[in-house]
């Protein structure tokens, strides 16, 4: 039975214990302890009136023994029907969907049971087990009680989120809110994860953002990456382009997954399975723009739809695509990131939703998935060269003069070549492997390139629009300060 149980790093949760703010003597609660981290965390800060509930026995037992002054119970903690109020309460709920708690049935917990009780009532239908967690820890605060949790921040975007954030805010003020990324949590649980602190009640605070990586056990402030969802406009988008509705192909055969059994419900969009072994060939994550397709976000939740499922796995294959561009991947352990995952030549151009027909859309479709399975059977995949492999190499080569600018050409001309074709500009036409190690072949391919016409400057055509920008995002700073 899988009860969720994924384990907080250890700097993750002395991070999370140093956000409390509150008195040493202060009765503190970790609803889900599992194997005690937390514990071991606010007890190093010095809290010594600390209860906690594990409904696992077996971690229950173990950590039992090692906390022997701290009030420990094997219990649900949703089932809690005490008044004791705390103080603080720190947790990393159990990572449950809401499509699986009906699976927690023999420990009494069904979605049926938890919305009897109406401190969940305003959550929405899709919530997942770490909003009840959420809901009844904040129900079990003091007035001006402060909580930290961390959880998935896929909420954001999730249906349901919205619904979510306002019931939030709501009954409690959201403090800090920190994005986190890196080796959050042990045995490489994939997700995308955010640490809330949340104060009872409702007062006037401005939320402050942060954002963490955390490596080989330390963690330091990074810059925020902005996909390109989050980007929030003033002016209205129509004042600028013109929008319309998209091609509608008919084929929902390709958008609607075939039914499965009850028991076979997945995660993952699609998958490709073969039929005699009845195990995977690759994971298929459909996608509604290019954008999404690149986002390392996306890339992380395929990735891990494929660690989850190891034993199901007969290729470690996945796959994002919108099905006009695709990116293939292959999972490795020792490629832990999905940059060194991804298989070249990266993102590919399947069809043109602008210019194809519908049947021409869907013969291309075919053709290129035909193409990928054919690979992944037989195990033809190269890994697309990082910045990191090119780096290395090029320090090896450092002493050769000419080894070192003909590795330099050729990286260049696979740059240039990429970036044109990602705007429609056929200068450069040819795959690097044409040439065949012909560096001067190379060369003489990217004379074709108008270099002077890339790099001419005209201050009246793009002064203008520069101060512009500038001119917009003064007033949106400004208008953010107050």
Not at 79 to 86: D, E, H, N, Q, S
Not at 137 to 151: S, T
Not at 186 to 215: D, N, Q, W
Not at 451 to 474: Q, V
Request: proline share 3%.
């Amino acid at each position: 039975m899988d009860l969720g149980q994924v384990f907080t790093d250890r700097a993750v949760a002395a991070y999370m214990a140093s956000m409390f703010e509150v008195e040493r003597d202060a009765l503190i609660l970790d609803p889900c302890f599992g194997a005690g981290v937390f514990l071991e965390m606010v007890m190093q800060r010095g809290f010594t009136n600390v209860e906690g509930y594990e409904i696992d026995k077996e971690l229950y037992k173990n950590v039992k023994v090692q906390y022997p002054k701290f009030r420990l119970y094997n219990s649900d903690f949703l089932k809690v029907a005490g008044t004791r109020r705390y103080d603080g309460i720190i947790m990393n709920p159990p990572y449950i969907r809401q499509e699986k708690i009906d699976d927690l049935k023999q420990l009494g917990i069904t979605k049926a049971k938890l919305r009897k009780n109406k401190i969940y009532k305003k959550l929405p239908g899709s919530a997942n087990m770490y909003m009840y967690f959420i809901f009844k820890a904040l129900d079990l605060l003091k007035e001006d009680g402060e909580l930290v949790v961390i959880f998935p921040s896929s909420w954001m975007d999730a249906r349901g989120g919205e619904a979510f954030q306002k019931v939030l805010n709501s009954c409690a003020t959201i403090m800090k809110q920190v994005h986190i990324s890196g080796d959050v949590f042990e045995k490489s649980a994939l997700v995308e994860v955010i640490i809330l602190k949340l104060k009872k009640g409702k007062i006037e605070h401005k939320t402050e953002t942060i954002y963490l990586e955390t490596r080989d056990g330390s963690m330091r402030e990074t810059a925020k990456t902005i996909d390109c969802g989050e980007v929030k406009f003033d002016i209205p988008f129509s004042r600028y382009a013109s929008v319309r509705r998209g091609l509608t192909t008919g084929c929902n055969a390709m958008y609607i997954n075939p039914s499965i059994k009850e028991e076979e419900k997945l995660e993952m969009d699609y998958v490709i399975r073969n039929i005699h072994t009845q195990k995977y060939l690759c994971v298929i994550e459909v996608k509604r723009t290019p954008a999404d397709v690149q986002s390392t976000r996306y890339q992380i939740q395929a990735q891990s739809y494929v660690q989850m499922n190891h034993p199901q796995n007969e290729k470690p294959f996945y796959v994002l695509t919108n099905l006009e561009k695709l990116i293939s991947f292959r999972y490795d352990t020792s490629k832990p990131r999905v940059y060194q995952q991804m298989l070249a030549p990266g993102m590919e151009s399947i069809c043109d939703f602008s210019m194809d027909d519908e049947s021409t859309i869907v013969k291309k479709l075919a053709a290129a998935f035909a193409e990928l399975i054919d690979k992944f059977k037989k195990d033809k995949y190269q890994y697309l060269s990082t910045l990191d492999q090119f780096l290395s190499y090029m320090n090896t080569v450092a002493a050769d003069d000419k080894r070192w600018k003909s590795s330099m050409a050729m990286l260049m001309y696979e740059y240039i070549r990429g970036a044109f074709r990602a705007v429609r500009r056929s200068e450069i036409k040819y795959d690097i492997r044409k040439f065949h190690d012909d560096v001067e072949q190379v060369c003489i391919e990217a004379n074709k390139v108008d270099f002077d016409g890339i790099f001419a400057y005209d201050s009246a055509k793009y002064l203008p629009l520069l101060y512009s920008h500038i001119r917009l995002w003064m007033r949106r700073r400004l208008r953010h300060l107050i």
